[in-house]
């Protein structure tokens, strides 16, 4: 297998093979299959925010100039770059524009601050940062400033203006440590020849860590990220007809490849983004645009379901909605069907990779009660107990898992790495769960000496 980053984990050869022979990994890149996209749904709507249509052709257009604005203000293939942005087109575009270039994003949550931006800069020992001007009240290009005066990496810094405002900044140098700032809007030049890349290669890093311990680095591959979009999608029949409302942060690994955005511009659909997860924003939002599927956590489908009776709405669109990154009570699992006219999809999974989810076939019993089977026939899931020893169906341990698109260490933690992984490969999730006798797990709880990992604290999901 060619090499990955160096600091990242690649997969040993036998998986690779076996992964390959499967025709889970096809060897394109995330970048390249959006220009495939583009040229198959050409004039068909991809990004919906507000007023805002972006169609596959401009999209594709758009990612082409902003990666040659990203070259001709320096950015090379290798170099890692924080992208910390709500909601919007212009997540979706720079992210593809940095792979597109060959540099590798780190997704940040929005509400992130310097203590967890300052790490990422530094672990990543990342050269750019991309995120808004400000953002509800927050300086994130403050932000951005005191942590490239503070130590020796990052030197771009993109900002995305509010609507109308203008940059104070304008490409100028502006600090005695070199960084320089652009509003994202004027990185926008003339494309120029496709960097050849290998799909083996870091496309970008999810975040894991909870309240506790720092975040740490996913490194998510082009062949394992595409394989996860493009299984998940296939499992729920997503087509061309549908449009996937984007409620929770997109950085998370739910909302961006489980199957959302990825998988719905896969096959040709359209993605509704959105700011905010409330009712308040999402109602209208479904009703206009005839929304079909979304992603949802818990306590957002509890906050639904209560003020759906108040409010006039029109949620018939929907035909199915996932629900993760937390558990989901019996009560609640009840009353969505029901309630929207629509099928409840159970989701459990992680940044770090293993999906586990209930079938839209499956028997309403199976998808109140469990979070499902193994998204792929190559996911290998071991319960276990506290010697390491698997334990029979129906009794709970924790998780170990390893496949195609599970990670086999994170970045630049080797210590941490001895920790979370076994021997032969399998990861640790912490999670504690038992297999019923048709092979769905139910998530019982976490083990009590692992910190918790940010997909189950985080309103963002997985």
């Known amino acids: 297998m060619a090499s990955m980053l160096d600091g990242c984990t690649p997969w040993p050869e036998e998986f690779v093979d076996r992964y390959w022979a499967a025709g889970h990994w096809r060897g394109n890149t995330l970048d390249n299959l959006l220009r495939d996209w583009a040229l198959q749904y050409g004039p068909r709507n991809a990004l919906v925010h507000g007023g805002t249509r972006i169609t596959y052709a401009n999209l594709n257009r758009r990612v082409d100039r902003m990666a040659a604005g990203f070259r001709l203000r320096g950015l090379r293939p290798g170099q890692r770059v924080v992208v910390q942005l709500p909601n919007v087109p212009e997540f979706v575009i720079s992210v593809f524009a940095l792979m597109r270039v060959g540099a590798v994003p780190v997704f940040c949550p929005v509400s992130h601050r310097a203590s967890e931006v300052s790490h990422l800069v530094r672990v990543a020992q990342a050269v750019g940062y991309v995120g808004p001007s400000t953002y509800q009240g927050f300086d994130h290009t403050a932000m951005a400033a005191d942590i490239a005066a503070r130590g020796p990496f990052l030197r771009r810094v993109f900002t995305l203006e509010a609507p109308g405002a203008s940059s104070l900044y304008g490409g100028l140098t502006i600090d005695p440590t070199g960084c320089h700032y652009f509003p994202l809007g004027s990185i926008d030049a003339p494309p120029g020849p496709a960097l050849a890349q290998s799909a083996d290669q870091v496309a970008f890093f999810l975040l894991s860590g909870g309240t506790t311990v720092a975040p ?62 409330g009712p ?58 029901p309630e929207w006219g629509c099928r409840l999809q159970q989701v459990f999974g992680m940044a770090e990779g293993l999906l586990t989810l209930t079938r839209p076939a499956d028997p309403d019993e199976t998808a109140l009660t469990t979070q499902g089977r193994p998204l792929s026939p190559d996911d290998e899931i071991r319960i276990v107990d506290v010697h390491g020893k698997d334990v029979p169906d129906g009794e709970p341990g924790e998780i170990l898992a390893r496949g195609p698109y599970t990670l086999r260490g994170y970045y630049r933690a080797p210590d941490h790495n001895a920790r979370s992984f076994t021997t032969d490969g399998y990861f640790r999730t912490g999670d504690l769960a038992l297999r019923t006798p048709d092979g769905n797990l139910v998530v019982t709880g976490r083990l009590k000496d692992v910190p918790r990992r940010a997909d189950h604290e985080d309103p963002s999901g997985l």
């Open 216 to 277: 740490r680095l996913i490194p998510r591959t082009h062949n394992d990220y595409a394989y996860q979009a493009r299984a998940a999608a296939e499992l729920v029949s997503l087509t061309e007809k549908d449009v996937y409302l984007a409620a929770l942060p997109a950085e998370s690994n739910f909302t961006f490849g489980a199957p959302g955005i990825v998988g719905t511009l896969s096959v040709g659909g359209t993605v509704v983004l959105v700011e905010d997860p």
């Open 280 to 337: 308040a924003a999402c109602f209208p939002v479904i009703g206009r645009e005839r929304v079909t599927i979304t992603s949802v956590v818990p306590a957002v489908a509890q906050l639904w379901l209560d003020t759906l009776p108040t409010v006039q709405a029109d949620l018939s669109s929907l035909h199915l909605v996932q629900v993760g990154g937390a558990p989901l009570h019996r009560a609640t699992a009840e009353r969505i069907g």
